[in-house]
């Protein structure tokens, strides 16, 4: 095939075409009926402890973190489009086998969707900053990852809103399926994106333009996808910047998301529940929205965060907000805190763009999706590890037991991430001014 003729030789408007798509993608696969209720489903329908379903959730880390570099590769290897389609038709499939399972079978489900989801984790991020590099446009990074999250967050708004009355109206099950249904239209919509080029040497016009870059045609599939693993570790190891941001992004996402895991059971501690009636369900829904708000408005608070202080102290910033937030969470148990819960949640939006943006920045085409699926990887360890141990102390004594594990965590590892990331950080820029 002649290079004229490469599907990576595409005119740049067809690049240009991804951005929307992209949004619409994020729009659609955000109606996730079943995240406001998934908890209570738990608990209502099949009677779990606090433990069991913590224990549900280290198994969903226990699979993310053995599918999260693999499918990174897979998505290096052989698409970023690909992934992100077959990555939500299956997980469509998962959500409904979530739905209709009874407990032990469900955790099938359970896994099924960590495994498909790994599968688009990293490759998103990917498509979107490669998209924007054939462009010329990288610096546009943290506005379009903050705005599509924000997309995305938008439409959760509204499947907010419904979960509570859809609940009483129908039952968990079924309003766990209709998520099935945005889910599915999602990975058709990501099958329409145009690849970018995933090689340097494509991207550099020194390739072959056959997106396999260094790869030679005989390699058998199974040997890439390992390669592919392995230059990355390189990468991300040995890269102290990356690794040291990858670090610190962690341990913010894992334990600044922790009390949102616990908002559902919080709220009906409190007396709410949206299966009992309809006014249940409309006051459970008003109480889930404060903190999908959040989400939306901290993804769109990434872009200006970094241009006003810089990549130096964007995160930082994230940091010290989220200490100071957790505070009122430790002191009282009362219904207001999901004021608090929503500030968490905005402080969590914020983080992954302003990592994502910092890593992506500093690290090669060729394994994009491979390093940030490590990123994702680190993380599902963290939050593996936070969940685990704090659904075990609010099982055994209150949610205050738990969040102040998760604030320990976070002040310790943050503080500790934070200045050695920094020193990374200031020696990378000594050397790069120094040649």
């Avoid at 072959?208 to 390992?226: E, F, H, N, R, Y």
Wanted: aromatic share 10%.
């Amino acid at each position: 095939m002649s290079r004229s003729a490469s599907p990576d030789s595409a005119p740049t408007s067809a690049f240009a075409r991804n951005i929307p798509l992209y949004y619409l993608f994020q729009f659609v696969r955000g109606f996730h009926f079943w995240l406001p209720v998934w908890f209570l489903f738990l608990q209502s329908q099949h009677g779990l402890s606090y433990v069991q379903i913590g224990l549900m959730e280290v198994l969903f880390g226990i699979a993310t973190i053995a599918a999260e570099v693999p499918t990174g590769a897979i998505a290096d290897r052989f698409g970023r489009r690909v992934a992100l389609g077959f990555g939500a038709l299956g997980f469509a499939g998962a959500t409904v086998l979530f739905a209709l399972l009874n407990f032990p079978a469900l955790i099938v489900g359970h896994l099924f969707m960590s495994i498909t989801r790994t599968l688009m984790s990293g490759s998103d991020d990917a498509l979107l900053f490669d998209s924007l590099r054939q462009l010329k446009r990288t610096d546009e990074y943290e506005r379009h990852a903050g705005r599509s999250s924000a997309v995305g967050t938008s439409s959760l708004l509204a499947a907010t809103i419904l979960a509570g009355p859809l609940v009483s109206l129908l039952d968990f099950r079924a309003v766990i399926i209709i998520s099935a249904v945005g889910m599915g239209l999602a990975g058709l919509i990501a099958l329409t994106l145009r690849e970018p080029p995933r090689r340097e040497a494509d991207i550099n016009g020194d390739g072959d333009g056959d997106g396999d870059g260094d790869q030679p045609p005989s390699t058998p599939s199974g040997i890439a996808v390992l390669n592919e693993i392995r230059v990355g570790l390189r990468i991300s190891l040995r890269n102290r910047q990356v690794l040291w941001a990858i670090l610190f992004g962690g341990v913010l996402l894992a334990t600044l998301d922790l009390p949102e895991f616990f908002i559902q059971p919080f709220v009906r501690s409190h007396g709410v529940d949206p299966s009992l009636d309809l006014a249940q369900g409309l006051t459970y829904s008003s109480l889930m929205l404060p903190s999908f708000l959040g989400l939306m408005i901290g993804a769109m608070l990434a872009a200006p965060l970094a241009a006003r202080l810089g990549e130096r102290w964007s995160l930082p910033a994230v940091l010290i907000a989220g200490l100071l937030v957790f505070i009122p969470l430790l002191l009282v148990d009362h219904l207001a805190l999901v004021a608090s819960l929503a500030l968490l949640a905005a402080a969590t939006a914020a983080v992954q763009p302003l990592a994502g943006g910092y890593i992506n920045r500093r690290i090669p085409s060729d394994q994009r999706a491979t390093v940030l699926s490590i990123f994702s990887l680190c993380t599902a360890v963290m939050i593996t590890i936070v969940i685990g141990t704090a659904s075990a102390l609010v099982d055994a004594y209150n949610f205050q037991a738990g969040f102040a594990f998760a604030f320990a965590i976070l002040l310790i590892g943050g503080i500790l991430f934070w200045t050695t990331w920094r020193r990374a950080h200031a020696n990378a820029s000594t050397l790069h001014h120094g040649t």
